[in-house]
């Protein structure tokens, strides 16, 4: 057995105590580990080793909240950034354990999340999508699940055309329908997506005053 004879904060990080054990440093803990610990107290060894165990699974949970903090990860984004950083792979595993009880990690939210950013911002096609969703580590369930009940692609091809269009102003038609065209095909729609959207969104954009037609064009 051996005895706390100290518990002090860590001056570079006061959220640690350093403990002392029979008047030598022991090692160190998280606050909330070290809680019930108190001075003239005594500990085994195998009491030790479930404190720095404690203490260990601790200081994973901060690591992987603090990369959380910066933006929605998906559980496989998490996991890559604690096994870089040399956590064992148990210890990974408990974490996203304690992190999905606690709704912090949730892959079908996050990919919500994200085909809805993408939707309102940068419109893309059902394909372009699911690649990036697979880049995240989300499984094929998840991804098809979420794209099947957020995304309408002809509805947000022609609504990314309708934006984009407004650049391509007084520009003649195949000059119009080559780089309006290329916008979506960048974003993943098809050709049988394209094509009809890009002459209805011509139609829509085309200035009066000119009195040209779709069909005069061609």
Do not use: C
């Amino acid at each position: 057995m051996s005895k706390i004879t100290a518990i002090e904060p860590q001056q570079k990080n006061p959220q640690r105590v350093n403990v002392y054990l029979d008047g030598e440093f022991a090692f160190g803990l998280a606050r909330i580990t070290a809680g019930w610990l108190k001075v003239g107290q005594e500990l085994s060894d195998e009491r030790i080793s479930v404190l720095q165990a404690e203490d260990a699974n601790e200081l994973t949970y901060q690591k992987a909240l603090h990369f959380l903090s910066y933006r929605p990860r998906s559980s496989a984004e998490v996991r890559q950034n604690l096994e870089k950083r040399g956590t064992p792979i148990a210890l990974v595993e408990e974490t996203l354990v304690r992190l999905e009880r606690a709704g912090l990690v949730n892959d079908r939210d996050f990919a919500q999340v994200w085909v809805e950013n993408r939707n309102t911002f940068q419109p893309r096609s059902k394909s372009a999508l699911r690649f990036e969703l697979r880049r995240k580590g989300l499984s094929d369930e998840v991804v098809q699940s979420v794209l099947d009940e957020k995304v309408d692609e002809e509805a947000l091809a022609f609504e990314a055309a309708r934006k984009y269009a407004s650049r391509l102003a007084g520009r003649e038609w195949l000059d119009f329908r080559q780089k309006l065209s290329g916008f979506l095909a960048r974003r993943g729609f098809s050709y049988t997506t394209i094509t009809p959207i890009v002459s209805k969104v011509w139609k829509e954009f085309q200035t009066a005053d000119e009195g040209e037609t779709l069909d005069d064009k061609d």
